[in-house]
């Protein structure tokens, strides 16, 4: 069993339906093995987001979780010799929240390396004091926040502001970042270096407030090999839309490694495409949510509308890109007149391509798809 233990309890889950302590958390002769931890909240408060006159069991706030004892968590983590990694989550889709408490407890860990969140409201309470000592957070080097679609909007400014002040003391150690970019501390990025961050990765609604061109904020994270921006777009905002990098920017590419690359809702007008590096292997210019969403499901899609591109804007854009080496293309688009151009010059403009994706719509349903064999 010695043997076996530190591969059999690698990984481990623990559901949590009542306030964590020892008998409802792992054995402690389990804790020297844990590298990675998921928390899974059962907590019965929850039904009390979705039928507000039910009585709270454990919360004292319905929009904080009150399982998650700050205390418990530190003292236990903090014993966890190997531990690595922390996701916290829950399973259904009500607006339940972490509290700083929680978080604090768990960064608190200075063997932590990797910490994800799932589903939960960050801090939507009150954000914490943006005087935290630099050696108070472990050095992660991944951070995940993955938001629920549905919570978009809900208390913004306070999960913005609380996500600056975690994300804006871990500059210096971190690699892998994905926040939704409505809630992304756009300031905090432009402002600080990011020496060491390799993949950045923002989803949700366009970034609110953005007053500077999205490359200037890139131009802090000179070692990135993958970054992902994809921004859906809210129907009742329809003027926030910007080019990354607007024509007049006087900037050196700042990514000179950069081997993958997300874009949705791609603008011809971007002076992005003509400066992409020769290392890039991978480029996907799509919708956010996929435009078959928007046909096949439009109930699901209500919040945002799709102004996915034509065939003719893809073939401008992809005209004006200079990699050679690329492998993988995915491409998603409304047939005109330059369909037959477009998909005719993938194959000369990328020589080393092996794998294409493509996304392709009628715009109307009567519309002929003519398909030549060259």
Same mark, same amino acid.
């Given at each position: 069993m010695t043997l076996c233990a530190p591969v059999l309890f690698e990984s481990c889950t623990v559901t949590i339906r009542r306030p964590i302590t020892t008998p409802q958390f792992l054995p402690p002769t389990l804790w020297p093995f844990v590298r990675t931890l998921h928390l899974v909240d059962h907590c019965p408060?929850?039904?009390?987001?979705?039928?507000?006159?039910?009585?709270?069991?454990?919360? +004292?706030?319905?929009?904080? $979780?009150?399982?998650?004892?700050?205390?418990?968590?530190?003292?236990?983590?903090?014993?966890?010799?190997?531990?690595?990694? &922390?996701?916290?989550?829950?399973?259904?889709?009500?607006?339940?929240?972490?509290?700083?408490?929680?978080?604090?407890?768990?960064?608190?860990?200075?063997?932590?390396?990797?910490? +994800?969140?799932?589903?939960?409201?960050?801090?939507?309470?009150?954000?914490?004091?943006?005087?935290?000592?630099?050696?108070?957070?472990?050095?992660?080097? +991944?951070?995940?926040?993955?938001?629920?679609?549905?919570?978009?909007?809900?208390?913004?400014?306070?999960?913005?502001?609380?996500l600056a002040v975690v994300v804006g003391n871990l500059n210096l150690s971190l690699e892998h970042l994905r926040l939704p970019s409505d809630l992304a501390p756009i300031a905090t990025l432009a402002s600080l270096p990011w020496p060491r961050l390799r993949e950045l990765k923002l989803d949700g609604a366009y970034p609110p407030n953005l007053d500077v061109p999205l490359i200037y904020v890139i131009s802090r994270m000179p070692n990135l090999r993958k970054l992902a921006l994809l921004f859906s777009l809210p129907w009742d905002d329809q003027s926030q839309r910007k080019a990354l990098w607007p024509r007049g920017c006087?900037?050196?590419?700042?990514?000179?490694?950069?081997?993958e690359l997300t874009i949705s809702y791609p603008d011809p007008e971007d002076c992005l495409y003509s400066h992409l590096p020769p290392t890039l292997r991978r480029?996907?210019?799509?919708? $956010?949510?996929?435009? $078959? &969403?928007?046909v096949w499901k439009p109930g699901d899609c209500r919040r945002w509308y799709?102004?996915?591109?034509?065939?003719?804007?893809?073939?401008?854009?992809?005209?004006? &890109?200079?990699?050679?080496?690329?492998?993988?293309l995915q491409l998603e688009y409304i047939i005109d007149y330059a369909d037959g151009a477009l998909l005719g010059s993938i194959a000369t403009l990328f020589p080393a391509i092996s794998s294409l994706e493509i996304h392709r719509f009628r715009d109307d349903d009567n519309a002929k798809v003519a398909i030549v064999r060259t």
């Open positions: 408060d929850l039904r009390s987001m979705r039928y507000p006159g039910d009585r709270l069991w454990f919360a +004292t706030d319905p929009l904080i $979780c009150g399982v998650l004892s700050s205390t418990f968590l530190k003292d236990a983590l903090r014993a966890m010799p190997r531990l690595r990694s &922390v996701h916290v989550g829950f399973l259904w889709m009500e607006e339940h929240g972490l509290g700083w408490d929680a978080i604090d407890a768990i960064l608190s860990a200075s063997q932590l390396r990797e910490f +994800t969140i799932r589903t939960y409201l960050f801090c939507p309470r009150e954000a914490p004091a943006r005087e935290i000592p630099l050696d108070h957070f472990a050095r992660l080097t +991944t951070f995940h926040y993955a938001r629920l679609p549905s919570h978009f909007g809900l208390h913004g400014d306070v999960q913005r502001e609380s006087s900037l050196d590419f700042p990514l000179p490694d950069l081997e480029l996907s210019l799509r919708c $956010c949510p996929h435009h $078959c &969403v928007h799709s102004p996915i591109p034509h065939a003719s804007q893809l073939w401008r854009i992809l005209s004006d &890109v200079k990699v050679p080496l690329l492998q993988h």
